[in-house]
């Protein structure tokens, strides 16, 4: 399964112009004031908590806040090399894809939002006979191309001693996939939350994307700024950088309310959103400037190597080209003023 590297700017294009069909939150704008573009997706993390309690709306009051509502990765990555947000919540292997050729996105990551557990799993259809990764060979697996479930599909395939060759790949965001698993089109989906918990009521879990870390290929939620946005602006990173930090220390300390805004962003009953937190790992703050994640100022931590090793495993499936150097990496992890930022 070859990356059609070609057609990508032209995809590009045509997916490009679906954007303004994504939901928009326009709650709150005022042309007077300039806008903070932010892509969320709809998974439990500390950034629905963010949008829910407005907290970014009541620190940076001189600016309105634009949230937009993206199905992938992928599709935030396509969002920024239009220049159409300056935020976005992604995965770490549509990250790895972006800083590579030939997307090369100017774009920065300046925090975890959660690390990938239970939340994301491959999931096999009832009544399909499969029971093992190996049991996959020939059969119909949807995932979203270019999102962290589809490298954690290919991780687990390769695990398994299979090619993704040897598997009918296709390409569906979430919904979609759940949509052809009610028909029985697809024997297997490969997906994350609130999506897999649907999956599961009919269904066996293969492998989680936690087995997967523990093998040596984690996989991340991020939050990514645009560079070109965090030079101009970093007071603003500073201050998105603190809100993060502080959904975070609620979801540790406070997982009631914690549930109740996710419960409310995601359509979800509170008790299910509690369910699908206690499925992802989510990090002390103090956690987030060690030098296994974020770093500090000046020494950007172990993501880089994480990203590196993602986007060279990509590389190997022949989902892009090569992997960037280290330095480049490393050049992406925004680190200025940790840790003191979050001490603020």
């Known amino acids: 399964m070859k990356f059609p590297f070609k057609g990508l700017l032209a995809l590009l294009a045509i997916t490009v112009a679906t954007l303004s069909g994504c939901a928009i939150d326009h709650s709150g704008q005022d042309s007077s004031k300039p806008t903070i573009r932010i892509a969320y997706q709809s998974f439990p993390s500390g950034d629905l908590i963010v949008k829910n309690k407005r907290w970014l709306e009541e620190a940076l009051p001189k600016y309105n806040i634009k949230w937009t509502k993206f199905d992938s990765g992928a599709d935030v990555n396509t969002a920024f090399v239009a220049r159409q947000i300056d935020f976005g919540a992604i995965g770490s292997a549509p990250v790895a894809r972006g800083l590579s050729a030939p997307l090369n996105i100017a774009y920065q990551v300046a925090f975890v939002l959660d690390v990938a557990g239970d939340n994301e799993a491959l ?62 089109d697809v024997d297997a989906v490969y997906t994350w939350l609130p999506t897999l918990d649907k999956l599961r009521a009919n269904g066996k879990t293969l492998i989680a994307s936690k087995q997967l870390a523990t093998a040596g290929k984690p996989t991340l939620d991020l939050g990514v700024v645009s560079t ?22 609620t979801i540790k300390n406070d997982p009631q309310t914690a549930a109740e805004a996710i ?5 979800i009953t509170v008790d299910d959103a509690k369910n699908q937190l206690s499925q ?16 500090v100022d000046g020494k950007p931590g172990n993501i880089a190597v994480n990203l590196q090793s993602a986007a060279q495993f990509l590389a190997a499936q022949q989902q892009i080209p090569s992997a960037p150097t280290l330095e480049t990496f490393q050049k992406a992890v925004y680190t200025k003023g940790l840790p003191g930022v979050f001490s603020q």
Do not use: C
Not at 145 to 173: E, K, M, P, R
């Open 123 to 184: 999931v096999a259809r009832n009544g399909t006979g499969i029971n093992t990764i190996a049991d996959l060979r020939g059969k119909r697996v949807a995932t979203a191309f270019a999102s962290t479930a589809h490298y954690s599909l290919l991780a687990a395939l390769d695990q398994a001693g299979l090619a993704a060759g040897d598997v009918d790949i296709i390409d569906l965001q979430p919904q979609a996939s759940l949509a052809a698993w009610d028909r029985g």
């Open 228 to 249: 070109a946005f965090a030079t101009a602006h970093p007071d603003v990173v500073d201050a998105w950088r603190q809100i993060q930090a502080r959904a975070l220390t």
């Open 263 to 267: 419960a409310a962003e995601m359509g």
């Open 280 to 295: 992802g790992t989510y990090l002390d703050v103090a956690e987030l400037t060690t030098p296994t994640w974020l770093g």
